[in-house]
């Protein structure tokens, strides 16, 4: 979905390196969303915000920190990399206004930590 | 916290057959929603169920909301090549501090045989 968009693409980078994630939506959605996918594991949540103000952990935020900088962007930093934490990211958003919000899904960002 | 359990994990079909999948919860949900994601892409939303029992068709897609809100299953119809990918289910409880988060199924992993 070109309305949310997630940069880099793919980074490739070193143990202990600081590692940002963007997001970025043309939507005017005030929810959004970071979500990391592991083979087999589906999508588990790491950080949301329902509007510029709110930041809420997810089920896995360890390690990770959140800033939502503007509506329309959401950014996800780790502090200190770790190999465990090589996956795909994804950003979503949804709409407080739409019938039960469905997300939409930006199209991810691979990361790799060596 | 809620878990979904999705089957199966993967499926390796030739064109033309019938493909069924389903997720069930240790919790009831408001919303069941199915996603599809392709190679190198993020989730796209295929169906949204709203309503306990709700059969809903989208073209060769059907999927239906368990009527104890604790299950979805979706089926495609008369399957091609370009219905590969990686197929999630979502379920989000509309109460509390899960208000618009979703919780996902595993993936099953959809391969057809041309």
């Known amino acids: 979905d070109a309305d949310v968009t997630q940069t880099p693409r793919n980074r490739i980078t070193k143990t202990g390196k600081r590692i940002m994630l963007e997001c970025s939506q043309t939507k005017g959605h005030d929810r959004m969303y970071w979500y990391r996918q592991d083979p087999g594991l589906g999508l588990r949540l790491i950080y949301y915000?329902?509007?510029?103000?709110?930041?809420n952990k997810g089920e896995i935020s360890d390690g990770y920190s959140v800033s939502r900088q503007a509506q329309a962007k959401f950014s996800l930093s780790l502090e200190s990399a770790i190999p465990n934490q090589t996956a795909l990211y994804f950003c979503a958003t949804s709409d407080v206004r739409a019938p039960n919000q469905p997300q939409h899904f930006g199209d991810g960002t691979r990361l790799s930590i060596l | 916290g809620q878990q979904l359990n999705q089957s199966p994990q993967s499926m390796f079909i030739q064109e033309g057959e019938d493909v069924s999948m389903n997720c069930t919860s240790s919790?009831?949900?408001?919303?069941w929603l199915w996603y599809k994601q392709d190679p190198g892409e993020g989730p796209v939303l295929l169906i949204a169920l709203y309503k306990a029992g709700e059969l809903t068709s989208n073209g060769r897609l059907t999927a239906q909301f368990g009527i104890t809100r604790k299950d979805s299953f979706l089926n495609i119809s008369a399957s091609i090549p370009s219905d590969v990918g990686i197929y999630f289910c979502a379920g989000q409880y509309a109460g509390g501090t899960s208000y618009g988060k979703l919780t996902f199924g595993q993936g099953t992993i959809l391969t057809v045989h041309p």
């Open positions: 915000s329902f509007d510029v103000k709110d930041i």
């Open positions: 919790s009831i949900f408001n919303t």
